[in-house]
């Protein structure tokens, strides 16, 4: 019949249907129906040079349009090859769909070429794992994306057996309802009233579930209501405009920053966590301030099984519906002193400061300078993540993406790839670390396939700079951190793009501006000394 329907066929379009346009992969013989019924489903199948850079194009994806990110690889060593990535979905908190084929199971019992227990593999790194079949097709798809994207988003795994996507199946059309969104009520809430209500010094951390809900708008409002400044974690940078008076900024990995915003946090009397997940933060956020003395509310949308701190009262809702909810009816008995906060504001500008001549600061400013506003930059983990987190200016969410939960290497320039692909408008750039652009170097041909005009930066020092940096720090030989000094604009060309190496502000404006306008993409070699981090971050 030729309008039956494969199993794959009920699975692509049930991601159609979430909003995924694009999936990301390396094929093998075991995953061709796949592609090919997301192809007839509407969703391009772009193909990848590496499975791990193909689920960071993924996410990539998800970050500007919303929906799920789908990563497909075939069976044994493709499905291994995105181990690391689909880690990184969980503890990033990542709506992928991982979707790997599999020999049947009767075939298993005597065929071993390749053969592992996928399910086996990812079951610890996702929420869900599941194996496809004909008649369940279409639950399983459905119940995929209900568990990947609600409450704190994360991958979701289904093996497809070759026969299984093949195989003619009915729509069972399940599909549950989107919960509705929670807000805080009872004896809590009007605690939480009063607290807020006799608050002085209060401050916010808002984190990543701000960005899941949407709720950016609400922060910005309950923050300017109470005059109450806001830290965010680097995932949620931009939820509000870091320009604005009570923005202080990123926090999660830099010692340097952490002098300048935990003692504000300490000198608190109340401080609200907003959807604050710590999972990004360094051990010198633990247990800052005692919930015995220190009021602490904390909105999130998991409970806190983490322990790096505690609250006196806790709220598993919405963020925006919560914030909402709080301040009704609510007058603030008194803002914190704007002295307070712009002094604070201008230390950290001071401790960051972009007036470098060069070195990765002075990289990371005269970027941020030639790049349009609404620039959507993806970095690689490194110490060049660190100083950018902290100086890299957002107006918007999702507008600096990266690895903050697994911080994995080699993810930056994957990321941007798939930020370009569903928004081919928009500046992109990537800033990795010449070992992260190393690992992932043969992407590049995947961007000139495709015709990517993204920006790639690159941070020449020859190094690990940040594991270089702990071994001098503990006063250790130099060894196993450096490598060879490799022409990184050669490379770039060399795939079919645009290359430049720069060693100051002036060289690295003008192959800025070049790229920007570029018919393909552009990797520029920053030229620095490891050193140059030193006192940084």
């Known amino acids: 019949m030729s309008d039956s329907l494969r199993a794959a066929d009920l699975l692509a379009r049930r991601l159609y249907e979430a909003g995924c346009r694009h999936a990301f992969g390396m094929p093998g013989g075991e995953v061709l129906t796949i592609v090919d019924a997301l192809q007839k489903a509407g969703i391009e199948f772009v193909l990848c040079k590496h499975e791990n850079a193909a689920g960071f194009m993924a996410e990539g994806a998800h970050h500007v349009n919303g929906a799920p990110g789908i990563m497909v690889a075939t069976v044994g060593p493709g499905a291994m090859n995105g181990v690391n990535v689909v880690a990184n979905a969980e503890q990033d908190r990542v709506p992928l769909i991982v979707l790997t084929g599999c020999v049947d199971p009767d075939e298993a019992l005597t065929y071993t070429h390749q053969v592992l227990d996928h399910r086996a593999v990812f079951e610890p790194i996702t929420k869900a794992t599941f194996t496809l079949t004909a008649n369940g097709a279409d639950t399983i798809a459905d119940k995929a994306v209900g568990i990947a994207t609600e409450g704190r988003s994360g991958p979701v795994h289904i093996d497809v057996p070759i026969s299984v996507a093949d195989a003619i199946a009915a729509p069972k059309l399940r599909r549950h309802a989107a919960p509705s969104k929670v807000a805080p009520v009872g004896e809590d809430l009007e605690t939480a009233r009063t607290w807020l209500s006799q608050a002085k010094r209060l401050v916010i951390i808002a984190g990543l579930d701000v960005v899941k809900d949407g709720s950016a708008k609400a922060v910005v409002e309950f923050s300017r209501k109470f005059g109450a400044p806001v830290i965010t974690t680097y995932k949620a940078k931009g939820i509000i405009p870091e320009d604005d008076p009570l923005s202080l900024g990123g926090a999660g990995l830099s010692p340097l920053a952490d002098k ?8 608190s009397d109340l401080i609200i966590g907003v959807g604050y997940d710590p999972i990004e933060m360094r051990p010198g956020w633990r247990e800052v301030w005692d919930p015995t003395t220190t009021r602490m509310i904390d909105i999130t949308a ?5 322990y790096m701190h505690q609250a006196g009262l806790s709220f598993i809702a919405d963020t925006g519906a919560a914030l909402e909810v709080l301040s009704e009816g609510v ?13 604070l504001k201008i230390a950290l500008s001071e401790a960051f400061s972009s007036k470098d001549d060069w070195g990765p600061a002075g990289v990371i400013a005269e970027c941020r300078d030639v790049l349009p506003t609404d620039t959507i930059a993806t970095v690689d983990s490194g110490a060049h993540r660190i100083l950018l987190s902290q100086m890299w200016t957002c107006t918007q969410p999702r507008t600096l993406l990266q690895s903050s939960g697994l911080c994995t290497m080699g993810c930056a320039v994957p990321l941007a790839m798939g930020a370009k692909y569903v928004a081919p408008s928009r500046t992109v750039v990537s800033f990795s670390g010449d070992a992260g652009m190393l690992m992932v170097a043969g992407e590049l041909s995947t961007a000139a396939e495709h015709g990517l005009n993204t920006i790639f930066v690159v941070f ?22 450096d490598f060879g000094q490799h022409d990184f604009a050669a490379i770039g060309r060399a795939f079919g793009g645009h290359g430049h190496t720069v060693t100051n502000r002036a060289e690295l404006r003008a192959a800025l501006e070049g790229a920007i306008v570029a018919d393909t993409f552009t990797v520029i070699g920053a030229v620095i000394d490891r050193k140059d981090y030193d006192g940084r971050i």
């Open 302 to 306: 998991s409970p806190n099984h983490h």
């Open 260 to 267: 300048h915003l935990l003692p504000f946090v300490q000198d």
């Open 460 to 481: 020449v020092d020859a190094s690990l700079a940040l594991i270089e940096l702990k071994q001098r720090q503990r006063q250790m030989k130099n060894e196993g951190v």
């Open 331 to 343: 007058t603030p008995l008194a803002a914190r002193s704007r002295d307070e906060i712009a002094q």
